[in-house]
Structures are given as C-alpha cells and as structure tokens.
DNA sequence: TTGTATGCGTTATCAA
DNA sequence: TTGATAACGCATACAA
C-alpha cells in the first residue's frame, strides 16, 4: 500500500514510463518480454496505478457507475450484487453511488461523467420523470433498471429494463377482482404523476373497470410522511385511517410488499382476519412476503433475470452491437396465504 | 455541466488561476471584491471544480468516507443518510463505498486514502477482526461503527461505537430465563471466533449461567448458507433443521430480528404457537419487529444517537480535540408478543 | 493582494 | 518497440 509511482518503477525496471503505462494497461505496441519484466516488479511492489491520475488524463475510463436512490429497497440489494459481479467479471471498473432521495440522479450522474469519465452507467431505482432534453444531455450509455421513463419520452434515446408496472398491477388486482372482492382500498407511496406509484394505480384502476367496479377515490390512499414513502410504517398509518373512516373493503392492494406488512399489522391489530375478513396483497416479492405470517400475496419481480439484462444491455450500448430499447420482464403472481374468497 | 475550467473562469474574470482558485477554497489572502466577482461567474457558469484533479494535487482532501459492509442491514440506511447529513452539513465531502462480504476493508480503506486522500473513515458494519498492527497501518482518523475489535487490541488505536453485544445478548437472554425458559436455542449467522455472532452467543452462555442452566451444544445453531447468513431464510432454515430433530426447547434467541422472522415462520408454519409453545426474540429492533405478527421481542439498537456519536467522535479526532475512544451505548429490551412464560 | 510557474501520477503524442 | 515530453485541472510556493 505504497506511495510507489510508475515512474519507480520505470527506474526500477530499466524503462521508460510510458512502457510501463503500456504494459499496465495491455497496449499492443509492447515487446512480451518487456511486459513480462515489468509485471513481475509491479507484483513484486504491489503497485497499483492512481485512478485519480487516471480519470484527470484519460479521455475515457474503464469505469461504471452504478446510482442507486432508494438504498433501503432489498429488491436493489441483490441487484447490486449482480452488477457488481458481472461488471468486474468483465475487468470494468465498478463504483458505487448513492442518490438521496431528494437529489436529482441525472445531474449526479452529469458530475460524474465529468469526473471519472465514466463509459456507462446503471440507473437503479428513483422516479424517472425526466425529460428528453435532460436524459440526452447524458453523453455515455446508460440504462434505467426497474424504472422507466414516462411514455412520452422518444425510446430511441433511452434503455430500460422493467416490469410493466400497469400490466402487473392490472393483474395482481384482477385476480383479486377474479375471486370475488368488489371493494378494493390501494395503498400508494405518494401522489406523484410520474412515479410508479401512479402506474400501479392506473393499473389498478384498468382492473376494476374491466370488472365493471366503479373506482372510488375514497379507496385510494396515498402515504402523506416524509421520508421512505414504501415503508411498513406508511402501510400501517394508511390502514389505521382507512379503519378508523369505518370504510367498507374486503380487499387492499399495497403498492409494495413493505406497505402490505404495515397494513396488515393494523388489520391484525384491529382485530381484523386475514384473508377472512380482509384480503391482502403487495408487490415486489421480497423475502418478507414469503416470511409473514400470513405468507403475502404479491406480485415477484425477476429481479436475477432483470439484472443480468440490464448488463447485457449495458455492454451491447457500449460496444455499439445494439441500439436503445425498453425490456419489460413479465412479474409473476405469487399467491400467498393473505388473499381468499369473500 | 460542463467542460469549463478554473482556467477559463479566470480568462473570463480577468484574473489570474491562483486567484480562482483562492476564491474557491476561501484562502484568506484575497481582495473581497475579487473574490464577488470571481464567484458570480462561477455561479453563473455553474462551474464546480474537478475533485478529481484535486484529489491529485492535494495532499489533504476534505472527503470522509463510510464504508460499509452489509449493506442490507436496515439498520444502516438510517445510519448512512445521519452520516450523509451531517458531514455534508459541516462542508466536508461524503463518499459512500460498498465493502463485498469478502472484501478485507482495511485494504479497501488503505486504497482510498490513497487515492482520495481522505480526511476521516467511517466503517459501517463487519466483522472487525482485524489486529493492531492493521489498524495502525490507518493513517488517518477513523471510527467503526456497531463494531469493535477483539478485546486484546490497544483501545489507544482506535474509536468505536456500539452496543455491548454480549451485554445485550446476556440481557435478552437473562429475560427468556426470568420468564421460566431453562431450554433456550441460540441461532447464530456464523461460527466465526470474532464476529458479533460469537458475542451475542457469548452473552447467552453468561445468561444461562446465571442461571444456573447447562449449556447445550445441541441447542446452538450456526447458519452454514453462503451469502447474507443474516437472512430469514437461514432463520427458516435453522429452524425447520431443529424442529426435525425432536429437540425439545420453549425459548428461541435469534441473533438478529431477521433471522427470528425466518425462525418464527418455521414455528408457525409446524404448527407451532408463539408464544405459547414456543417464545422467540430477536436482536437489532428493526422496523419489521413491530410490524410481524405477533411483535418480536428484541433489543433495540439507539442507532440515532449512535449514529450522531459517530460523527461527533470523528470529527473530535479530525480537529484533534479529542483522543480514540470506545463508546458503548445500552440497548432497549423491547418485549413484543413474542415471548411469554413457559 | 495578485499572477506565474511548477508538479501531482498518469496517459497520449510524437519522434526516435 | 520504445522513451522523452506534453498535457489533464488544479493548488501552491514563490515572485511581483
């Protein structure tokens, strides 16, 4: 861990700098045997080059940038893992970045092209309202994962791989429809137009239509709190409401598998038999819609698939062997113990 | 967003670079009227300078950096944005870094002090096994946070602060035995010498002794899954093993709030009553304790004001104010519905 | 108080 | 195939 710079070892081997810089980074123009003399003493000292000096001169890094907002989302947690793996597989360098949730990732992201001369990026999570004019002001490839942006964006300047949040709440929500519940209360992040909260509300809302239910805007609630809208927290003080305005429902869509826990937790505590009295269902399919008790119907994301897609398609922009698209993987219904006949 | 320099700033401005650059890192020896100048072009410009050319030419940046490991402990997220919050509030730069489960964090600290020419550390999380001689190699301030080294390392070295993880434990476990348990299964993440796991297993053995109850190898379970040995599923499966086994037992102490989720879904899913045949706690007081049905007992970690100690203690050391020192906050005993007499 | 010149560690350019 | 040298964008010692 050394303050060792290629010039001691240029000094040390005998060589210029610059045949030291070629050998580091597997320039052709090199003699094998020169190469192989250097690499030993670079071992040997443990050398390793500035990635700071690195990202001030290079026109273009071997870096990708991974933002993530919303770090307390345990669907992004695995996905990172994937990242991360397949991207050093691929002897890329991979960093990490936080969003917070108030930041705008696209200007993060604009800092950090600058600085490290990133050669791709990955999106993860956040509410991609954005518009044409700021996503194409990202000059590297890039792709959105589980987001997408709103449907009046050009989709030849954009990659994304997502599920397609109306159809997978149409169906989570038509299945509750399917076996008899009329009176569906759903339970949203926040009220935002872009989010995806609003698609899983326009899918919910596609449902009930088909079924013939009249939608009832005393049904639908929306986390008020500041801070991590897709908590359990939001989930149980939205039930409490809904309880305490002695509303009739037999059925809730929660827009996450968190807030389905926190609502269930008021059913429960109010007293409330779940699905006797109340059926229940999320979305995401996170391991604690498998380890409640009751088990939680929700809606599972292929987020192993969902990941190794976003990198294929990340390096397909980057070798420029494929064109900007919009992937949607279909989510799969899981039924758990939480739903029943009315 | 842009390609400008403090060189083109200083074109624009009529002056020279050393004094864009004065004005930029509030040197004292300029003319204020200058100084207005230069930094309304600056602001006009939206000009920021390149911390990457900065990070070379420093000797000292003003960057702290978290690093964390584990990053799908909840119980950390919290912690990140108190910690995000705060140092950028003081003006000092925050970069976060994601340390793999198998990545050796001291050479990654090693790496980025280097690089960045860090400021202050702060390491979130890990199993802190690591000797005297490879905390001194740390050349600049640095706090562990919910972790502390071996007792055999010179508390001179460095600063922590946690809870006392045996404490806890005893303390959790001290209250199964008051309730009338006497045949109390620990589930453990792992069977390392020096992780928290052998802490908390620690504390159990003091309770039990206490107690004046045998210690019985059979009824201490390590998670032998690669992965986050953390999860519910290990709990799950820990459990789902034990049961198989005919082992009789009423009180389960769980190693973390996750792994008694897993645990009690085994239970419930066998038939089990909790707590009437059988008591459960956990360990962290994370959100989902009082969100599963029934509420787990668990000790709560004040990770607020750990949290905020964090940060205090760092920049003690960083202004010199103060020496390392290891603090020791208490956790609360939350009893949920959990647990209940034999 | 200000400007000029140098160097941080590396890669890129050019000539050898 | 190599090596000297000029950038990269900035901070700083030194000169003015």
New binding site residues.
């Given amino acids: 861990m050394s303050?060792?710079?290629?010039?001691d070892i240029?000094k040390e081997c005998?060589?210029?700098?610059?045949?030291?810089?070629?050998a580091?980074?597997n320039?052709?123009?090199?003699?094998k045997?020169?190469?192989k003399r250097i690499m030993e003493v670079v071992e040997a000292r443990k050398?390793?080059?500035?990635t700071?000096?690195?990202d001030?001169?290079?026109?273009r890094s071997n870096t990708i940038a991974v933002l993530v907002k919303g770090l307390d989302n345990p669907l992004f947690h695995k996905m990172m893992d994937i990242f991360q793996l397949e991207i050093e597989s691929k002897k890329y360098d991979f960093v990490f970045q936080r969003v917070g949730a108030k930041d705008d990732e696209i200007s993060v992201a604009l800092d950090m092209i600058k600085e490290r001369k990133l050669k791709g990026i990955i999106f993860l999570g956040g509410n991609f309202t954005h518009s044409e004019e700021q996503l194409e002001t990202i000059s590297v490839p890039f792709v959105l994962a589980t987001i997408s942006p709103g449907k009046n964006v050009n989709t030849d300047i954009y990659s994304s791989v997502s599920v397609d949040d109306v159809k997978e709440s149409y169906k989570i929500t038509d299945y509750l429809c399917s076996i008899g519940h009329k009176r569906i209360a759903i339970l949203l992040p926040d009220n935002g137009d872009e989010s995806v909260g609003s698609l899983r509300l326009e899918g919910y809302k596609q449902a009930l239509s088909k079924h013939g239910i009249t939608v009832e805007e005393q049904l639908i609630r929306y986390s008020v709190d500041e801070g991590d809208s897709f908590s359990m927290e939001n989930g149980y003080k939205l039930m409490r409401q809904l309880l305490s305005e002695d509303i009739y429902f037999t059925g809730v869509f929660a827009a996450s598998d968190k807030i389905a826990v926190g609502a269930m937790k008021a059913l429960l505590e109010a007293g409330k038999k779940i699905p006797e009295d109340v059926s229940v269902c999320g979305f995401d399919g996170l391991d604690i819609a498998r380890y409640y008790h009751p088990t939680i119907t929700t809606i599972v994301q292929p987020i192993d698939d969902m990941a190794g897609r976003v990198i294929t398609q990340l390096f397909s922009l980057i070798e420029e062997t494929e064109a900007n698209s919009q992937i949607t993987f279909e989510g799969k219904l899981l039924v758990g113990e939480s739903t029943g006949p009315v």
């Fill in positions: 303050g060792y710079t290629i010039k240029a005998g060589v210029g700098v610059s045949t030291v810089s070629r580091l980074n320039h052709p123009d090199i003699n045997e020169t190469k050398f390793s080059p500035s700071t000096a690195r001030l001169k290079r026109i």
